[in-house]
């Protein structure tokens, strides 16, 4: 069984190698354009020649325009022809922005330069999330999590490229001058986007400007220029650019890909190539008018509505302890060193980045509920664990090592578990994404507002509650997904010849995946199957 379950995603990885390789490459990119404002920000403040408070408006421009490119990215991912366009001219325009950001000398030219780079990372992150979960289905938690970890990766990188070229000390000299010190305290205060409680901070404005920090984003825009490459590449070898092709085919008609993968095997021959559906491109509006039509449940909306809520909350965690750790670590009662709690935003990413890989090889062993149901107890046992002991230095390293890494593989087993439930014929893809897209947006201000009025001491608490939340919609998403799968059994339409198909991309029929799940029954009995 274990051979035949290897076997088979195996099977799908060859036939899909490049494509998957391709979206991997592409989070990449997302990650490399995620993090590189946190570090730089005090020497674009220099560059723009603006006020901390004024600069620190670029964050809000990068996320509101992420939020709202995740909302439209499911409007690309229709035909094979758009997709992956969107995924090059998107990930094209982040090497563009890397590029001309050293010659916004205004505040208005650079918060327009990151707009146009949050718009691209929004259609990047739903058109790759629904890609993957196409392409493999009931298999597509193990490529998810492989997926995430390269947004990890890229955010690593792209501080590593910029340390060695930021300024030590104030870049536009003046008679006066500011520690280095200051600096760096400034400087690890914004590199968790945190946009809050800078106004008592002074710096100049008006003087010689002195930064090296153009070549750190030069070198950024050529070191992902190679992934717009890789697509065009990719598209070059489905000929997509040749004469007569037809803009509205899709991935691969019909079953080839399932011909391809069990033809080996004489389980499937060519009378089970099935018309494709015609409501399987759905975006995140004709969704709820496909349920209406269809007459589906209220589970189904439900699901739907359920899922993008505990993502909205567990990214949320992600993006606030991100970024009001090091604010919270130099405050009362921690007061830890300034470069001692500058580790801190590390030390999580780390986390996150070794618990999705890490969660590669279990996504083999255990399905995605197993998975976050243990990932919810512990991001919620954690985040007591961080409130019980909020006194102690050495467990709040230890508990930001432990969030990151629970925490890590909630977003693409939701993903993968909620799919999975709707039996891809939903919409679940768009709308956890833009709905995790939302809640960082959201919930940094939220706790950024609290921490000001209250202290630091409620940002654990708000971290808390958060946390309550998410595993409350989580049990309510468990038990409303009965009610949905016992209304969808009833249904003549749910067979496994519909899911041949969809937004795109190259999939397994469901004649085949029942092939499978026949055979890993048998071996499971027959143990010299």
């Not at 563009?96 to 990151?114: E, G, R």
């Not at 598209?235 to 080996?264: H, I, Q």
């Not at 993008?308 to 830890?336: C, H, Q, R």
């Not at 925490?407 to 039996?423: G, K, R, V, Y």
Request: hydrophobic share 45%; with cysteine; charged share 10%.
């Amino acid at each position: 069984m274990k051979h035949l379950f290897n076997e088979r995603i195996c099977a799908l990885f060859r036939d899909n190698w490049q494509h998957t390789l391709t979206y991997w490459s592409v989070f990449f990119s997302f990650g490399l354009c995620l993090a590189f404002l946190g570090p730089t920000i005090l020497d674009l403040r220099c560059q723009t020649q603006s006020t901390l408070q004024e600069i620190t408006l670029v964050f809000f421009s990068q996320q509101f325009f992420l939020f709202i490119g995740s909302t439209i990215g499911g409007f690309f991912s229709k035909t094979y022809v758009c997709s992956l366009s969107a995924l090059a001219v998107s990930t094209f325009i982040i090497s563009v922005v890397f590029a001309i950001i050293p010659l916004c000398n205004h505040l208005l030219m650079l918060a327009f330069a990151l707009a146009v780079s949050g718009l691209a990372m929004g259609v990047i992150d739903t058109i790759s999330n629904l890609q993957l979960v196409k392409i493999y289905q009931k298999d597509s938690t193990v490529f998810l999590q492989a997926l995430h970890f390269f947004v990890g990766l890229g955010a690593l990188v792209s501080p590593l490229i910029a340390d060695p070229f930021l300024s030590e000390t104030n870049c536009v000299i003046t008679n006066s001058s500011i520690s280095t010190t200051s600096i760096r305290h400034l400087r690890n205060k914004l590199a968790g986007r945190h946009v809050h409680n800078v106004s008592d901070v002074h710096l100049h404005t008006d003087g010689e400007v002195v930064t090296n920090v153009s070549y750190a984003f030069w070198i950024m825009a050529l070191t992902n220029l190679p992934v717009p490459i890789a697509i065009l590449i990719l598209m070059y070898r489905e000929r997509v650019f040749a004469c007569g092709w037809n803009p509205s085919r899709r991935l691969l008609d019909g079953d080839m890909l399932a011909m391809k993968t069990w033809g080996t095997t004489g389980q499937l021959d060519d009378s089970s190539q099935q018309k494709e559906d015609p409501t399987s491109h759905i975006d995140i509006f004709s969704c709820c008018l496909l349920g209406n039509k269809n007459g589906l449940p209220l589970s189904f909306f439900g699901i739907h509505i359920l899922g993008g809520l505990v993502l909205f909350f567990s990214d949320g965690i992600v993006g606030s302890y991100t970024g009001f750790v090091y604010t919270y670590a130099v405050a009362p009662p921690m007061n830890l060193p300034h470069k001692t709690a500058g580790y801190l935003t590390s030390v999580f990413w780390a986390a996150i980045t070794l618990g999705r890989l890490s969660a590669i090889p279990l996504s083999y062993r255990c399905k995605p509920f197993r998975l976050l149901t243990v990932s919810q107890v512990g991001v919620i046992v954690t985040l007591l664990l961080l409130l019980v002991m909020s006194n102690s230095t050495v467990f709040l390293f230890i508990g930001t090592c432990c969030l990151g890494l629970f925490i890590s593989s909630i977003f693409p087993c939701m993903l993968a578990f909620t799919e999975d439930i709707l039996e891809y014929k939903g919409c679940a893809t768009t709308v956890l994404v833009t709905s995790a897209g939302m809640g960082e947006m959201l919930l940094q201000v939220i706790v950024g507002s609290v921490m000001h009025n209250r202290g630091s001491y409620s940002f654990l608490l708000s971290g808390m509650i958060f946390g309550c939340l998410e595993f409350m919609f989580f049990i309510l998403l468990y038990f409303v997904q009965y009610n949905y799968k016992s209304f969808s059994e009833v249904l003549p339409s749910n067979s496994p010849k519909e899911s041949l198909e969809e937004n795109g991309i190259k999939t397994c029929s469901g004649a085949v995946l029942n092939s499978w799940e026949i055979l890993e029954q048998k071996a499971s009995i027959d143990p010299r199957q």
